[in-house]
């Protein structure tokens, strides 16, 4: 069972909903939404600013948690409440600066996300395969084990 489905989990990321907040699949790696919550109060920020932020900072946490790094991420779904993207893009930027190796993005509008989300994001993900055999956290030809319990 090489290719055995494995749960990555993020302190204070966790849905109340018994869902995983992501998965990984030998190389592929595929979130739920990442929201704008401060994983450490576990509150969400109090406008678009501080959510997209804080969203942009869970990012990497995630990836962290998977073994992996913001360079494996080949698309970022993101749903945004209103229609303005102008705190979206600034985050986007600062996270992928180089025009020549951003992954791909979506952004949709949603008036219906859950709680008092202003935005969230999913992200898919391929490790590369020198990564998958370096991790220091794999064990040889063993499951990858997340960094974070």
């Not at 595929?30 to 600013?49: L, W």
């Not at 986007?92 to 509008?109: G, I, K, V």
């Amino acid at each position: 069972m090489a290719n055995k489905r494995s749960v990555i989990k993020v302190p204070g990321l966790e849905y109340m909903n018994p869902i995983p907040l992501a998965t990984r699949i030998g190389s592929l790696l595929v979130t739920g939404p990442i929201p704008g919550k401060d994983p450490e109060t576990v509150q969400t920020g109090a406008d678009i600013e501080i959510q997209c932020v804080l969203m942009f900072a869970n990012i990497p946490r995630v990836m962290v948690a998977a073994g992996e790094s913001i360079d494996d991420i080949i698309k970022l779904s993101v749903w945004l409440k209103g229609d303005d993207k102008t705190q979206l893009n600034e985050q986007w930027l600062a996270m992928f600066p180089d025009r020549e190796s951003q992954p791909a993005r979506h952004t949709f509008q949603n008036q219906n996300l859950p709680q008092n989300y202003l935005v969230q994001c999913e992200v898919t993900a391929v490790l590369q395969e020198k990564a998958l055999s370096l991790h220091p956290n794999r064990p040889p030809n063993g499951p990858l084990k997340p960094l974070l319990e």
